[in-house]
């Protein structure tokens, strides 16, 4: 099947195949012609899978239909800056032949410019939660004339915490409307708000809910904390480690990276939520154009990193929701394409590799490279060759064996009450 075979304008065909594309994939092909039939839809697909041209395309399609006006007929809401600003870029790319008019508005700007630009009218309004809720707080934006909402990355709104919002949000939207729900998981909460909130809708669900891509090479490397550093910096050296996306558990670990692997030979920036919109914005546009190799990122600020290319992905720690295992390692293999996913796992996060292995409904298989013994161990042949520590997923010997706060942190992407993370948006 061809674009052109899915009830699109010749206008937006034009632009999809001037940006390269003329065979749509599994997601676009089935559920564009449902948006385009005014249908409410729930898809649930993996990431790298086209999820942002099957709602984008459809919608410029009825925009053209409509009048423009001052407020927008449109709104796409998703749960970071870059994954909005990504979203923004596609909706001018795709709506170049046509005369629509979209913004974005997130965090981390100035709010007037973007009370002049949400003032001067538009059709598409693609916005983080908490600064629509601003504009609307202040009533720089309206939201009654919107007739088709998205919601993308829904399962990654709970787990950021930002369900109240979108209640708040949805709320203030006209009740006749098309309901649009795109994501890579289906958490339970996620579903029931969405089936009280749409009308009869078409679920889509392209891929087994959580399972990675089935391109991605995955492995487990046990290693020693204290060492995860040195294996890391072992394994850039490998000639086949291109665009390599790196993810820590937090914002210092993050930077302390950056600040270790300076002499590596890499080109090494960091992307995380203390970084002002700008130094994001440069740290995601220097990935993309390859004037980096390396990107260090925590899961906050990684959801917006759609970037073709990325040959591996690299858990430097491993997530406490396993779930978030699945968006990572969907950053690459994208497009077709095949990519590498690369886990550093130290005895303590064996509970954590025990429920992503639940949760992707295989072991991991396992590739020890020497690192999973101390530093001072590491020193002594004799005792590495006599007391090897073992690397069991799923046991925990001698006590917890996880960090402060896991058990807890390890159901947040469950939605549970009162565990809420602060995302810095």
Known sequence: MMFTDLGLRPELVRAVTD???????????????????????????????????????????????????????????????????QIGEMATQYGHHLRLR?????????????????????????????????????????????????LDEADRMLDMGFLPDVRRILSALPSKRQNLFFSATMPNEIEELIRRTTNAPVMIEVTRRATPVGAIRQVVHPV????????????LKRPEMGQTLVFTRTKARANQLVRGLEHSGRRVLAIHGNKSQNARTKALTSFRTGVIDTLIATDIAA????VDGISHVVNFDLPHVPEDYVHRIGRTARAGQSGDAISLAAPEERPQLAAIERLVGKAIPREDLGFNTPDHAAASPQRRAHSPQTFRPGRNRGGSGRAPGTAAAGNRGRGYAGQRRTPSL
């Open 19 to 85: 940006a390269g594309y003329t065979t749509p994939t599994s997601v676009q092909e089935q559920a564009i012609p449902v948006v385009l039939d005014g249908k409410d839809l729930i898809a649930c697909a993996q990431t790298g899978t086209g999820k942002t041209a099957a709602f984008l395309l459809p919608t410029l399609q009825h925009l053209a239909a409509g009048t423009s006006g001052r407020h927008p007929r449109a709104l796409v809401v998703t749960p970071t800056r870059e994954l909005a600003a």
């Open 102 to 150: 979209n913004t974005v508005i997130f965090g981390g700007m100035g709010m007037e410019p973007q009370k002049r630009r949400l003032a001067a009218g538009l059709d598409l309004l693609v916005a983080t939660p908490g600064r629509l809720l601003d504009h609307l707080g202040r009533r720089q934006a309206s939201l009654g004339n919107v007739e088709i909402v998205i």
């Open 224 to 235: 020693a904390s204290s060492r995860k550093k040195e294996l890391l910096v072992t394994l």
């Open 303 to 306: 959801r917006g990193i759609d």
